[in-house]
């Protein structure tokens, strides 16, 4: 790792860090499962094995895509005084809040993206 990617890392929360690390072993469960149903796939077996293979697989899918909208990004702003700020996933309407009345989104309500203001 470069000093500077060590940097940053060391910057994180330890929330976004630990998602991070959980991001990385549900990625390489992933490559097994694939590797796994190649296998499979070769050689004759049974399609049950095969199937449960298949849907260890979506489910890695879903619980990564899951993981990736913990990690916090910022809106995307028009840049204007007034501006709207939209979610960076998505690209609907997040609410900024207003100080002392309304705090700022931390999710996006429409895709569930955390929110970095």
Same mark, same amino acid.
């Given at each position: 790792m470069t000093p500077e990617r060590a940097k940053w890392y060391d910057s994180l929360p330890?929330?976004?860090?630990? $998602?991070r690390i959980h991001l990385g072993y549900f990625k390489h469960s992933l490559s097994v499962q694939k590797e796994r149903l190649a296998d499979l796939n070769i050689e004759p077996s049974n399609q049950d094995e095969i199937q449960q293979c298949k849907g260890g697989i979506r489910a890695t899918k879903v619980s990564?895509?899951?993981l990736r909208k913990q990690i916090a990004m910022r809106p995307i702003t028009d840049g204007e005084?007034?501006?709207s700020y939209d979610c960076?996933?998505?690209?609907? $309407?997040?609410?900024?809040?207003f100080?002392?009345?309304?705090?700022?989104?931390?999710y996006c309500r429409y895709c569930g993206q955390k929110l970095r203001w």
């Open positions: 330890p929330e976004e860090k630990m $998602t990564i895509k899951a005084i007034l501006a960076p996933v998505c690209n609907n $309407t997040v609410d900024e809040g100080p002392g009345f309304r705090l700022p989104d931390e």
